[in-house]
């Protein structure tokens, strides 16, 4: 079995006519990546109302793709650098096509790392990332929206949150502008832990405007494949409007789970508690030998410096005893 299990489809749905959606689905396996557990997946949502909006998200997954194929770096620098460098791509792109001037795209992009357990991933908009972890579903990314940060500030319920009309008005995409790459403004960037077992669902508004997450977590909770998982996302969100293109990708942590779990401390609290345990002895140490120096000190008899001392104020005692008992005796 693969450390690493993906699986991934897109849909037109019921009311487009045409899918500005597209998706990554990968492994990373290069020889120069260090692992063979690594998967580089993908949501990117061409946006609407505007010409062109597949092709930014075909230049976007072109792009991506190509930039991750090897390794240049540390892999969360790395998907930065490359969502970066396509949102620049297509700003360009647009400005060769008087009707493309406005294409543009949203996105989530992640490395999954079965073998670290870690989990890496770039988000511009309001595609989303989720992940499924005993039984639980929960959101990582968060929307970058005005329904979206309402509904993540629990402003909005999840129902009042998917009805709302101003639902799809995005504040961040890809394209628009030229960004540089410390431009943090435009992008999230997360590292989090991915665990065994633990499985990940990326996905366009196409399926979280249809499907509440209660209903995303009964599917995936399943005991299908990968693939009927996507499916069924599909079939389920286009029986109940299928209103945008849908898409749906799927990284699941095949890896063995540890014979002993993980503490729940994180690994810089361990390094601290560990540098405390360790000093303990040592200050216990110091202490039993300030004790037993204090005993020598209290038993034992006096010291040479000490025996000195007392030698001479003794003579000198005799001494003017003597000399008075001889002025004593010696009268004029």
């Keep these: 079995m693969e450390m690493i299990a993906i699986a991934g489809q897109t849909d037109v749905g019921q009311r487009r006519k045409d899918n500005q959606d597209t998706l990554i689905c990968q492994l990373l396996d290069s020889p120069k990546w260090p692992s063979k557990g ?38 969360e620098s790395m998907l930065r650098e490359a969502v970066v460098h396509a949102n620049n791509q297509i700003f360009e792109a647009s400005k060769q096509d008087l009707k493309l001037s406005q294409m543009c795209c949203v996105l989530t992009a992640a490395v999954a790392d079965a073998n670290t357990q870690k ?23 968060k929307d970058h929206s005005i329904v979206g940060i309402r509904e993540d500030a629990n402003e909005l319920t999840e129902e009042e949150a998917m009805n709302h009309p101003r639902r799809n008005e995005i504040l961040r995409e890809v394209g628009s502008v030229m960004h540089q790459i410390d431009d943090t403004d435009f992008y999230d960037s997360v590292e989090t832990d991915f665990l065994p077992n633990d499985l990940l669902l990326l996905c366009s508004d196409g399926l979280s405007d249809m499907l509440t997450q209660a209903q995303m977590a009964a599917v995936l909770r399943k005991n299908t494949s990968l693939q009927k998982k996507v499916e069924e996302l599909i079939d389920l969100a286009n029986r109940q409007g299928g209103k945008d293109n849908i898409t749906v990708v799927l990284a699941q942590n095949n890896a063995p789970e540890p014979a002993v779990k993980p503490s729940h401390f994180s690994k810089k609290t361990q390094e601290v508690r560990t540098e ?32 000195m001392k007392w030698l001479g104020g003794t003579l000198l005692l005799l001494f003017v005893g003597v000399i008075g008992f001889l002025l004593g005796k010696w009268r004029p």
């Design 276 to 307: 405390q345990i360790q000093n303990v002895p040592v200050q216990e140490t110091v202490i039993a030998q300030n004790t037993e120096e204090s005993k020598k000190v209290k038993e034992s008899p006096l010291s040479e410096n000490n025996r």
């Design 38 to 75: 690594m998967a580089l997946v993908a949501a990117i949502d061409g946006v609407g109302g505007y010409m062109g909006g597949d092709i930014a998200a075909k230049i976007a997954k072109e792009y991506i793709e190509q930039y991750m194929a090897e390794p240049k770096g540390d892999i």
């Design 119 to 141: 989990l890496y991933f770039v988000h511009v908009g309001d595609t989303r990332l989720y992940c499924l972890r005993n039984g639980e579903l929960n959101k990582l990314s």
